[in-house]
């Protein structure tokens, strides 16, 4: 209906091998095409297109961008990636001169840094976290600009209960909470109907009820004080006796253990794990904190400008620098502190029709930057994803890009935008299986554990033709390792299953035909192929 060239796409794939089957893909349907349509001029021209089209990873559009506008930004026109041990001969160089020059200096809060991170032997304590903390902000957009958000946090004047750590740490404590109780209810209904039970355990696991409530109500206060002394409240008194007679020696065993759970919960997740300091204490720390945090900042910004400079004088650019050098192009201050699309970001924009991102799910924010940049404010932007499949947080890939827009997208009726797809028909496995992962999801997912719930456009579908007249169950094994290494249990337990399946006279189906199950049939899947 509204067909485009195929130098008018953008398609942004995760890795250089997705870029080339899709290229290649491209053009052999285009060439099937061609064959069926002899003549048609404009199959001959998106042939001749195709060449040129910007099929790539983020990275390879970041580096045609910054070539097309390199004199924007003042570095070399003939830049190259640098080799991973060229950088990290470059990096650990930088840093150190980096210290050295910082001992010429002599700054109290310096050696006061020196002196937290460091050991006697060396600073490889103080290089290390320089450049942790610099891999880390380097994978938000205009980072030096996060950095002095984030420094703010650390205000010693600014109360307990409006930082983002204490939030964390009282909805830890709620969550921590709830889930004493639900113990102490489940304990309750064991006690109650049991005389004996109830004349030894019952007082006892209805002070708890009452102490891990009033606890409970005192968080919603939100005062952190408040919430600290509710918790150093909580009072376990003592537990009568049960006989040695109590004829059920199980369900006392649980009852006990389900109070222990409990008093551990408290301990070490309440008062240990959230509340082990008062605000006053808290602003002391924050004040012999806050120079060296802010010294630790300056110092991975400083190292971050002679990094560049090294880089630049050999004409070199790490992965890192084609994002944020991207996004420097695409963006101009907007006077309020933010940024908005600039002149370069309308001309590139202008240039493509359709943008289409693969494994969305696996975006960090400066890259969901760049896209909306160049997209026209997201306005012709497809994008695929699966948040379920997002294995790259610890690059600092941001699922809850992907999730907010599954959230706000109305499901496509043909009218409205933006929308979404479920694409949830599966084509390569038994309803069997779906079903056991769709049961699985739907009871372990939620906004807590897995950051989604797992709703019905979610589902899979099985769409496989399959001859279902032979059942094949889907059996869920926990393996009890015993003495046993976890790997030993494990694969003893498959062989046994394989041996029962080819002893039985299993059958898989080839072709619409059943045959003799063979060891060439069964495949093996682990987590990591490490311990293969």
């Known amino acids: 209906e509204d067909p485009v060239d195929a130098d008018r796409l953008l398609v942004v794939t995760f890795s250089n091998a997705a870029a080339r089957e899709m290229k290649q893909r491209i053009a052999r349907r285009l060439w099937e095409l061609s064959r069926e349509r002899p003549g048609d001029l404009r199959l001959e021209r998106q042939q001749l297109l195709l060449e040129s089209a910007q099929i790539s990873t983020i990275h390879a559009f970041c580096i045609s961008l910054i070539r097309g506008y390199f004199q924007l930004l003042g570095i070399p026109a003939e830049f190259h ?10 990096r650990i160089r930088t840093v150190r001169e980096l210290i050295d020059e910082e001992y010429v200096k002599g700054e109290d809060r310096f050696f006061d840094l020196v002196e937290l991170l460091s050991s006697t032997r060396g600073d490889q304590g103080l290089e290390r976290n320089i450049l942790k903390l610099y891999d880390f902000v380097r994978n938000h957009p205009f980072y030096e600009e996060w950095m002095e958000r984030v420094l703010a946090e650390y205000d010693a004047e600014r109360p307990l209960e409006e930082t983002q750590w204490a939030a ?22 064991l006690i109650r109907g049991d005389v004996e039970m109830e004349k030894a355990y019952l007082g006892a696991f ?33 537990l009568g006796t049960l006989g040695q007679k109590y004829p059920d020696p199980e369900k006392k065993k649980k009852v006990q253990a389900l109070r222990q759970e409990v008093k551990d919960l408290v301990q070490k997740q309440l008062r240990e794990g959230c ?51 991207a996004l420097e192009l695409l963006y101009q201050p907007d006077g309020r502190g933010g940024h908005l699309p600039g002149p370069v970001a309308r001309e590139v924009s202008g240039q493509y029709q359709e943008i289409l991102v693969d494994e969305y799910q696996d975006t960090n ?3 969901e930057m760049i896209f909306q940049a160049v997209s026209r404010g997201g306005k012709n932007l497809f994008m695929v994803g699966d948040v379920k499949q997002s294995i790259y947080r610890f690059r600092q890939a941001r699922p809850e890009i992907f999730l907010d827009k599954k959230e706000r997208f109305a499901p496509w009726d043909g009218r409205t935008f933006p929308a979404k797809i ?27 554990v897995g950051e989604m719930d797992y709703m019905e456009e979610d589902k899979l579908v099985a769409k496989a033709q399959y001859d279902y007249s032979v059942t094949r169950p ?59």
């Open 275 to 325: 509340f082990f300091m008062d605000s006053a204490q808290y602003r002391q720390d924050m004040e012999y904190q806050e120079p060296m945090i802010r010294k630790l900042f300056e110092l991975t910004g400083r190292f971050g400008q002679k990094l560049s400079e090294a880089k630049l004088e050999r004409s070199l650019l790490d992965f890192g620098d084609l994002e944020h050098y």
């Open 422 to 448: 479920a694409l949830n028909a599966n084509f390569r496995t038994r309803r069997e299986t779906t079903g056991l992962i769709n049961d699985l999801f739907s009871a372990a997912m939620c906004p807590a």
């Open 81 to 90: 990636i640098v080799e991973e041990r060229e950088l990290d001969v470059l």
């Open 365 to 367: 924010a400066a890259q």
């Open 474 to 532: 889907v059996v869920f094994s926990i393996v009890d390792p015993g003495e046993e290494e976890r790997e030993t249990a494990e694969a003893e337990y498959i062989a046994r299953e394989i041996e029962a399946l080819l002893a039985r006279g299993a059958t898989v189906e080839e072709n619409g035909q059943r045959r003799p199950m063979t060891p060439g049939d069964i495949c093996i899947l682990l987590r990591s192929p490490r311990n293969k």
């Open 206 to 238: 209805l002070s708890d009820s009452l102490c891990l409530t009033s606890c409970r109500k005192a968080l919603e206060s939100r005062d952190w004080d408040v919430c600290r002394r509710a918790s150093e409240g909580i009072v376990f008194e003592r």
């Open 168 to 189: 964390i740490l009282l909805d830890h404590a709620a969550d921590a909470l709830d889930y004493c109780l639900e113990l102490n209810r489940t304990a309750l209904s």
